[in-house]
């Protein structure tokens, strides 16, 4: 099993920045891929960014590139995602997932293992 912990939501004003924080154990960290997907209120769940097993590959949803960064520290077992210049169509609930294999996918079902969410709200 895998667990995944989120963290670094919260609430900011429209162009400010939050950074996010996914916690994971249970599984060779290193060796999977890992996404964030968000669901806004009413909404199905989206892609939004991810990256591959060894950082060295990022993939990010049109909407976010330019504004958003994926990270990871392998060494501790941790992934992030710095937003900066935020929008109030940017609020909703932020998921960290863990992929099936090293590379990543933006379609949900490669991803097998999810955390609880933390919620991010942008102010007009």
């Known amino acids: 099993q895998v667990q995944l912990v989120e963290s670094g939501g919260g609430l900011v004003q429209a162009g400010g920045s939050l950074r996010l924080s996914c916690a994971a154990s249970?599984?060779?960290?290193?060796?999977?891929?890992m996404g964030w997907f968000r669901q806004a209120q009413g909404q199905e769940r989206e892609f939004v960014t991810a990256?591959?097993?060894?950082?060295?590959?990022?993939l990010y949803t049109p909407s976010v590139k330019g504004r958003f960064t994926i990270s990871r520290d392998n060494a501790k077992n941790m992934v992030y995602l710095e937003m900066n210049s935020l929008r109030p169509e940017d609020t909703a609930v932020y998921f960290c997932?863990?992929?099936?294999?090293?590379?990543?996918?933006?379609?949900?079902?490669?991803?097998?293992?999810w955390g609880q969410g933390t919620q991010v709200t942008v102010s007009s």
């Open positions: 249970g599984r060779t960290f290193s060796s999977y891929a």
């Open positions: 990256v591959t097993a060894n950082g060295g590959s990022t």
């Open positions: 997932a863990t992929g099936r294999s090293p590379h990543y996918s933006d379609y949900s079902g490669f991803y097998d293992y």
